[in-house]
């Protein structure tokens, strides 16, 4: 079994910056299936369906929804079987649970971290 564990969410003000992290651990098979699977990253708002915000193949090529287009950049680490989404210029409609999905296994997901961006 691999778990996804989120971190680095928190309440930021409009305009800031923050760096979300997800984790791949469990069986001595998570590393292996990290590397070769892609990652997603998605939110979800009070009240609104779960959207996709950036996605990872395994061979690095990225794309994004245009709301987060050029404020979002996502990343991986196969090194550390971590994937990483850094968020600048953030905005009140960005505020959301971030959650990370794990393209293997029949999907996973990890626990969200909540990120609130308001003044």
């Known amino acids: 079994q691999v778990q996804l564990v989120e971190s680095g969410g928190g309440l930021v003000q409009p305009g800031g910056s923050l760096r979300l992290s997800c984790v791949a651990s469990?069986?001595?098979?998570?590393?292996?299936?990290?590397?070769?699977?892609?990652m997603e990253w998605y939110r979800q708002a009070p009240g609104k369906q779960r959207e996709l915000v950036a996605g990872?193949?395994?061979?690095?090529?990225?794309n994004y929804a245009d709301s987060v287009q050029g404020r979002f950049t996502i990343s991986r680490d196969n090194t550390r079987n971590t994937v990483f989404l850094q968020m600048n210029s953030l905005k009140p409609l960005d505020t959301a649970v971030y959650y990370c999905?794990?393209?293997?296994?029949?999907?996973?997901w990890g626990q969200g971290t909540q990120v609130t961006v308001s003044s």
């Open positions: 990872i193949t395994s061979g690095g090529t990225t």
């Open positions: 999905h794990l393209l293997a296994l029949g999907g996973r």
């Open positions: 469990g069986s001595f098979l998570a590393g292996s299936i990290f590397t070769s699977a892609a």
